[in-house]
């Protein structure tokens, strides 16, 4: 399996987890959809700037069998498009959304998140999960608390891409301007894991 499928794949598990096990609501199935239109179109960008398998036909034709009747293929351009707009570390440095300014939130006491801007590695996490916060903040108005959202999807965002990018390039990886913010996020996950597990 190319490694933008794959990365499609376990993105999806990431958002389903989330929603279900860390934000305990089931999302309509029209969030369901966007968030897969979302995910294709980050792993298309992974395929595109790292990965080079050509890998495009392939999850393409993933999103298509999960939207069913549902599967734009201009919808999936259009967020590619869009997300690789948003990888601006300008952007996010002067906030303006939810998960924006809560990176510069946390920026002032845990500067290592800033790091994730420093390439394009953590500027495709960070604009991956401001779409998928956006999504699920959108539907939970009433219900989930923003910032946690933000928090918790940037994090599990991160975690997935970390594993996947560690498979791509192995150790060389982590002599990327962004390799100690993902050192970070592994290491507040398992914390977060083993607070849970107690």
């Known amino acids: 399996m190319k490694k933008s499928l794959s990365l499609y794949e376990d993105l999806k598990e990431a958002f389903d987890y989330l929603c279900l096990s860390w934000f305990k609501y089931h999302p309509t199935p029209s969030t369901v959809d966007d968030a897969r239109v979302i995910l294709a179109a980050s792993a298309f960008l992974f395929d595109n700037l790292f990965a080079k398998e050509n890998a495009g036909r392939e999850v393409t034709a993933a999103a298509a069998k999960d939207l069913g009747n549902s599967f734009r293929p201009r919808a999936l351009s259009e967020m590619a498009t869009k997300i690789r707009l948003e990888m601006s570390a300008d952007d996010f440095n002067h906030g303006g959304t939810t998960l924006r ?4 939130w946390v920026a002032e006491e845990h500067p290592v998140i800033l790091d994730a801007l420093k390439d394009n590695y953590g500027l495709l996490v960070m604009a991956t999960a401001e779409e998928i916060s ?7 108005k009433d219900h989930l608390v923003p910032l946690e959202v933000a928090e918790l999807t940037m994090l599990s965002m991160a975690q997935v891409f970390f594993l996947v990018y560690k498979e791509c390039f192995g150790t060389a990886f982590l002599r990327n301007p962004s390799a100690s913010f993902f050192l970070d996020v592994e290491s507040e996950m398992e914390r977060i894991n083993k607070e849970i597990t107690d």
Not at 101 to 104: A, E, F, Q, S, W
Not at 134 to 140: D, R
């Open 134 to 140: 956006a999504l699920i903040n959108h539907e939970n």
């Open 101 to 104: 300014d809560y990176v510069r």
